[in-house]
């Protein structure tokens, strides 16, 4: 790195923690402030300093290559994802330079804000929940995600926007206007970064809001139960209707794209029937959420992966006893529910690369620790020696922030 580019480095990180601090300061929490910046810190470390070091190069350069064309005012490729974010990355190169370590450090501050909407969303979803310490902690934290957002790439800015719509919606659910007003201009920005994350999005609030007006109408409390049972004879109705008219070639054409260099899995496989794409949903799912296994190992990246498997096992038991046990805003849970299901689904079943799907799966495995938020914080208590109180009961979960 230059002198000069050791400036520029330095310069986006001081812009950065300021608008931090500041965010802190309106928030007005000391413990995430200093939780935060640490968290700050390692990422900006971590991007300019290990990062260019490693043997992986990622689509960084695709990135940087169209954001210097957008510099010089000239027209780059046409791939409108990849464009609208190459166009803020240009802005931020006529203020600090062409150097991808600039958006490193801005994506350091996007990954460190997600927590911000994770625990509002948490605090919506478990009305009872008076601490989201550990599941900020957690989501600040996380070995693979902390990573993956400092990338200079789209994922951590199409992350924030995606958790700050899930928790404008649940807020919209209880009558506030506001988030319906900003989540227009959010829901377009994540349409334009990553359209399959403001689909499923827009799904999962409109089942979050069907439920929410059957609750209103119906004589007695509506239960997860008694909706499912009310939406499967429907389902099995119209499932033989549905399934020929699923369209096969974007399916196949994107997994046969992706299935590229060494850390393919599940190669050889193709969609020819809209059967087959049924077919293959739970399998390619499962291994989209938990892929690369032991045996996939072949590489220092697959065996840091494979170490993490246990801990989303252990989000995904958190999630489901959190969902079971505890009182719960049946809305924002089917809201959170869905567009998980529609999420893991619809990436299962294109991508088949293991280092694009760790990377995708980053805003899912989020979403397990907001589902899992009331035992994530009783295991926090245990470990820091404090006594929960019905963390995963029908009632609160731990002490107050």
Known sequence: MTPQEMLAVLAATAVVLAVFLATTRWVGNHWYAGAGTVALLGHV?????????????????????????????????????????????????????????????????????????????????????????GLVATVLFLPLPFVFLTIPMRDALGVLLFFSLLAAVARAYDGEMWPAVIGIPLWGALSLLRPELGAILLLGGMAGAAVRAIDTVAERPVTLRGLVALAAPPAVAVFPFITPRIPVAPFAERLQRRTVGGATYLDGFSYETSLDVVLA??????????????????????????????????????????????????????????????????????????????????????MLCVLGAPTIERWAARLVGVTPHGSSTRSAATNRT
């Open 45 to 133: 470390a971590f991007g300019s300093l290990v990062l260019p070091r490693l043997p992986y190069t990622w689509d960084i350069g695709r990135f940087h290559y169209r954001a210097v064309l957008i510099l010089n005012g000239e027209l780059p490729p046409t791939n409108p994802t990849i464009n609208s974010f190459a166009g803020a990355q240009a802005v931020l190169y006529s203020v600090f330079g062409a150097d991808p370590t600039v958006v490193a450090v801005f994506n350091s501050l996007c990954a460190v804000l997600v927590a911000l909407p994770a625990a509002d969303l948490a605090r919506r979803l478990y009305p009872g929940l008076s601490t989201t310490r």
């Open 281 to 366: 949903a739970p399998a390619r799912a499962l291994y989209f959420q938990y892929a690369p296994f032991p045996l996939h190992v072949t590489s220092a990246f697959d065996l840091v992966s494979v170490l993490l498997l246990p801990v989303l096992v252990a989000l995904t038991v958190a999630a489901y006893r959190s969902a079971r046990e505890c009182e719960r805003d049946l809305a924002v849970l089917v809201l959170v529910l869905t567009t998980y299901a529609l999420g893991i689904v619809g990436y299962g079943l294109v991508d088949t690369n293991f280092g694009t799907t760790v990377r995708h799966r980053v805003p899912f495995t989020f």
